[in-house]
Structures are given as structure tokens and as C-alpha cells.
């Protein structure tokens, strides 16, 4: 459509010829919204299930009904939304992973029946995991799903209703926000889907939305969940030995017990489900060596504490497109202005790694982005509002910066979930983005009186550029080891203006570098 426009007698009016593909767009943007459903992290497609992939022929096999649906999104395959209800001469497919689900609530060699207490589905999805709970236990069920569409979906379309029953509570929330924030001692079984996001938790960020799900601190927080006895279900794609042996080790050291682990490798319900309990501990417990992810290094996909040599070559090239952007210039004027520049690399650097501080306050969801943008944002139009009142002294700015950032890297995240909301918001961007107010007065001081303009902010865009690549050091050394490397970016600009005098923009202009 938008093409027949284009081609229309250039003899049109610019007016109607504006009309005519506002039209052609929103009729577009209109049939794509049809055939998807959006939510907070994705785009979302449903088809029906009625045949699924022989496990032995390889071939596709007709099941002469329709047995669930299929979610794909942003074109990448989800999960399935199945009727597992037993019927007579069922397909193996949905017998087996009936029979997973169903696991959970199994009897075990070495643990014991499940005690009193409610379950917890975290990762509740469309409801298969729901679903099996009301099927094998007539006990309260909580279920707990970050993205309401997925749920809604889930209300509207799953065969079995399961989040029709008056004994399932549905919470719209991040798993490891909804941990913090439950009562200890209530649970008799935590069960976690299929917890695969899909989805990074941010574009400025190298971390996933399931990544603090699946840390020793979250653990820890699921045996406080639980009554003595009770027990803990983990599903998980196992694909990799290595991922494999992590989260054996990741719950054996949380529970200090054997964690107990079911997989069929051959049928069609190919998960892994891993199994542990709140119990007192045996006399020994395997030793292994796997490396298990902490709230400072959340990494579960990263087999060892380095940058993936694709992410090296990204940032190489990132890093030589930006400062061959310095040859557009002039040859005379190609020059780097280094305290703006470190100042750029530190801003960035904050940002980045706040975002994902943050989400340790307010679960891996979009008001993570909001409260930090627009604290951000808040911020810096304080500092400029500041500077254009009171001239404050970069030295005392530097100091009360570096006292928030070492009060940051030392204050656990989690030490400011016991305030109300509002309060820990304004709590958090202050602790945690604080450095960006005293940074930006620097800022204010340093351009007020700055003649070569382009220089200086070309300057704080390169070094913006540094402090994004910096990120990528947390996956070998953690989000602690950021900040620190924020302080020295700052100390850096502190030394710079030290060694040319403090005198704002004046002084800046001749800190250069060739």
C-alpha cells in the first residue's frame, strides 16, 4: 500500500499525499496488531497444537484434535499451553509430559511426603504447572508470572482453566520480587517452570530477565519460603552438562542436601526436573565444581567468568568505528578532550549498571527502566538547575560523589526492600544514582565557560562509548567491580582538573589529548 502511494502523480497535494500514508500506516499497524499479541517484553503469537514431531520417525504425526496452543515470541519458540487431561488411547506426547508435570508431587527415596502448607508456582505461565497442582493436591496455589499477556492468554485460552479455580491466586509479578516480599514458612512446595525469558532485561545490558531467579541469594530466599520438610521443584532445559551440573551445585548449596534430578532424554517431555528440600542436612554432600551464580554475577548462560569472543569483536568494532569518527574531523581539531571524556565513560557506566542493581528492588520488570531513566533524567535536571544558582565546588562535589558510590557498592540492594514503594524509590535513586547529580554539576562547571563546544561534547560521546564496553567486565568480575571503575573514571577527571587548576571550562580546555 505504501508503495502504490509513493507511486502516485507527484501532482497530488503534499497534504493529501501526508493523508493518504498516515492512512496506508494505520492500516498497517492496525492488521499487524491483529495477528499478535504485545506485551511489556514481547510480541506474541498463538497457534493451535493438533500434531507434534514423532520421537522416533521424526516425522509429523496428526493428533485429530486440537491438545493446547503454541506460543512463539518475537518469532522464537516459548512454550506450549497443553490439555493434559487423561484421555482414552492419548498420544505418548501428552502422556509424558502429563507425567512431568505431575512430578512434583511424586513420592521420592530419600525425602519425605510433602507437609501442610500451600504451593507456589513461580514461572506459572499459561498454566500448565497451575493446572497439574490443582490435578495432584487440593491445597491454596499461588502463582506467580511476570508478563500479564502471557497470563491473560493462560485466563482465556488453556483448556483446563486452572486459573479459574477459586484455590489459585494469580500475582503479576517477577519471581524474585515476589520472594522478597512473602511470608517465611508458608509454602510446602515451591515449583519453578520453565523460567526461559527470551528476553534481556534491558537494551543497556547484558543480563536476562530470569538471570536473578536463578542465583544463591534467590535460593536461599526459597528455603526461608518454606516449612520445614518442604520441598523444592525446579524445571529447566538442561541442554549443556555444565548448566546441568550448576544447578545441582547451585541447590545442593543452598540446601546443603543431594539435589535429586529426573530427565528422559528419549520421549517428548525432555526437560530436566531437579528436586531438593528444606531438611536437616545429611553427613556429606557432593562436592562439585561448578560455578554458581551470585547477585553480583548472575551469569547462569556463561560457562566460565570471561567475555565471549563474539562480544570482544562486537567491541572492538564498536570502539575503532567511534574513534575513527575523530578522521571526519579537521586535523587540527582532532583532539580528545579527556576529562569530559572520562566523565561520559563514567555516566554511561553508572547507568548500565544500576539498571541492573535495581532490579533487586523492584523485580526484572519495565519499572526497573522507568525508576532509573527517570531518576536519570530527575537528576540531571537538578544539577543543571543547581549550577545555575550556586557555583559548588568540584572538590566537594568529587567527595560526596565517591562517598555514594562506596556507599553503594558496600549497602546490599536488598537491605531498602523493607521500605514502602515510593520511599525505596526515592531511596534507591538517590544511593544508587546520586553520583549522576554530583557528576553533572562537574559537567556544568567544566562547559559554562568551554569554547570549543564540539570538542567537549564529541568527547563525552566517546567516552560515553567506553563506559558501555566497560559494562562487559562484569562478566568476569561482577556488578561491584563496575562502580569501582566508575570511581576511577571520576578520580581520573579529579587528577586531570587538579594538575590544570580547577577552574571550570577554562581550565578543561587545556586537558586535552592528541
Not at 493523508?19 to 499479541?37: C, I, N, P
Request: hydrophobic share 50%.
Amino acid at each position: 500500500t505504501l508503495l502504490l502511494v509513493l507511486m502516485l502523480p507527484r501532482r497530488l497535494p503534499d497534504g493529501a499525499l501526508a493523508a493518504l500514508l498516515g492512512v496506508a500506516l494505520v492500516a498497517a499497524t492496525h492488521a499487524e496488531s491483529q495477528r499478535y499479541v504485545w506485551s511489556p517484553y514481547y510480541r506474541i503469537s498463538v497457534e493451535p497444537l493438533t500434531r507434534v514431531v514423532d520421537a522416533g520417525t521424526r516425522g509429523f504425526v496428526e493428533l485429530g484434535e486440537t491438545v493446547g496452543h503454541v506460543l512463539t515470541v518475537n518469532n522464537d519458540f516459548y512454550q506450549m499451553m497443553l490439555d493434559l487431561r487423561p484421555r482414552p488411547r492419548e498420544h505418548a506426547f501428552l502422556s509424558e509430559w502429563r507425567s512431568f508435570y505431575d512430578a512434583p508431587y511424586a513420592d521420592y527415596t530419600g525425602m519425605g511426603a510433602l507437609p501442610p502448607g500451600d504451593v507456589l508456582v513461580v514461572g506459572a505461565g499459561t498454566g500448565n504447572d497451575v493446572a497439574a497442582a490443582l490435578r495432584q493436591t487440593d491445597r491454596p496455589v499461588t502463582a506467580v508470572e511476570i508478563d500479564p499477556a502471557i497470563a491473560g492468554l493462560g485466563q482465556r485460552l488453556h483448556a483446563e482453566r486452572p486459573y479459574a479455580d477459586p484455590r489459585v491466586t494469580l500475582v503479576i509479578d517477577d519471581a524474585r520480587s515476589f520472594f522478597n516480599r512473602a511470608p517465611s514458612g508458608r509454602y510446602a512446595l515451591v515449583v519453578f517452570g520453565f523460567l526461559d525469558s527470551h528476553r534481556l532485561l534491558s537494551a543497556f545490558s547484558s543480563v536476562r530477565l530470569d538471570n536473578f531467579v536463578y542465583t544463591q541469594e534467590a535460593m536461599a530466599e526459597v528455603r526461608r519460603l518454606l516449612v520445614p520438610g518442604g520441598r523444592v521443584a525446579l524445571s529447566f532445559a538442561s541442554n549443556q552438562v555444565w548448566i546441568h551440573e550448576r544447578i545441582l551445585a547451585l541447590l545442593d548449596r543452598a540446601f546443603s542436601r543431594p539435589t535429586l534430578f529426573t530427565r528422559d532424554r528419549e520421549g517428548y517431555a525432555n526437560g530436566v526436573l531437579y528436586l531438593n528440600e528444606r531438611a536437616a542436612p545429611p553427613a556429606e554432600i557432593p562436592r562439585r565444581r561448578a560455578l554458581v551464580p551470585t547477585d553480583d554475577w548472575p551469569f547462569l548462560y556463561l560457562r566460565e567468568r570471561r567475555i565471549p569472543g563474539h562480544n570482544v569483536f562486537f567491541l572492538l568494532v564498536a570502539m575503532a568505528m567511534s574513534a575513527a569518527a575523530l578522521l571526519v574531523l579537521p586535523r587540527g581539531e582532532r583532539r580528545v578532550r579527556l576529562p569530559y571524556f572520562f566523565l561520559g565513560a563514567a555516566f554511561f557506566l553508572l547507568e548500565t549498571s544500576n539498571v541492573v542493581r535495581m532490579a533487586l528492588l523492584y523485580g526484572s520488570t519495565w519499572w526497573v527502566n522507568t525508576v532509573v531513566f527517570a531518576g536519570i533524567l530527575v537528576l540531571v535536571l537538578l544539577g543543571n538547575l543547581t549550577a545555575a544558582r550556586w557555583r559548588v565546588p568540584i572538590g566537594a562535589c568529587m567527595a560526596l560523589l565517591a562517598a555514594l558510590i562506596l556507599a553503594a557498592a558496600t549497602l546490599p540492594a536488598d537491605a531498602l526492600l523493607g521500605l514502602s514503594p515510593w520511599a525505596r524509590a526515592i531511596a534507591a535513586v538517590a544511593l544508587f544514582l546520586g553520583p549522576v547529580y554530583f557528576g553533572g554539576l562537574i559537567f556544568a562547571r567544566l562547559i559554562e565557560n568551554e569554547t570549543r563546544l564540539y570538542e567537549a561534547y564529541g568527547s563525552n560521546v566517546l567516552g560515553a562509548v567506553l563506559g558501555g564496553t566497560a559494562e562487559y567486565l562484569s562478566l568476569i568480575l561482577g556488578f561491584r567491580f563496575l562502580l569501582a571503575v566508575a570511581l576511577l573514571f571520576y578520580l581520573a577527571v579529579f587528577l586531570l582538573l587538579r594538575r590544570g587548576g580547577a577552574g571550570g571550562g577554562a581550565a578543561a580546555a587545556g586537558l586535552s589529548s592528541t
